[in-house]
């Protein structure tokens, strides 16, 4: 198992930026595909962005063209760097990891324990 650390939420205006970390230890971080994901106050939790081992992305509609999911190996750590920032970005967010893709964008590998982002109007 992994044990995963979101960091780097904050309070921003509508169309600034914010850039997320999920820093990873336990295995061996390379093999890991990494999900973002989020959950606002009383809706369910949905898939952001994704980054297979080998680099592949996926990326939810609504965050298309403003987001960026990568990764640096070395440093053992996945991001999501988020632009032109929207009041309905605004969520708890949450990264997943797993070895295989598919668990990853089904929301079944390990979980971190969120980090708060809120946009204002």
């Known amino acids: 198992q992994v044990q995963l650390v979101e960091s780097g939420g904050g309070l921003v205006q509508a169309g600034g930026s914010l850039r997320l970390s999920c820093a990873a230890a336990?295995?061996?971080?390379?093999?890991?595909?990494i999900g973002w994901y989020r959950q606002a106050p009383g809706k369910q939790r949905e898939l952001v962005a994704a980054?297979?081992?080998?680099?592949?992305?996926n990326y939810a509609d609504a965050v298309k063209g403003r987001f960026t999911i990568s990764r640096d190996n070395a440093k053992n750590t996945a991001y999501l760097q988020m632009n032109s920032l929207k009041p309905e970005d605004t969520a708890v967010y949450y990264c997943?990891?797993?070895?295989?893709?598919?668990?990853?964008?089904?929301?079944?590998?390990?979980w971190g324990q969120g980090t708060q982002v809120t946009v204002s109007s």
């Open positions: 997943n990891a797993d070895p295989s893709f598919g668990m990853v964008l089904k929301g079944l590998g390990s």
């Open positions: 336990g295995s061996t971080f390379s093999l890991n595909a």
């Open positions: 980054i297979s081992s080998y680099g592949g992305t």
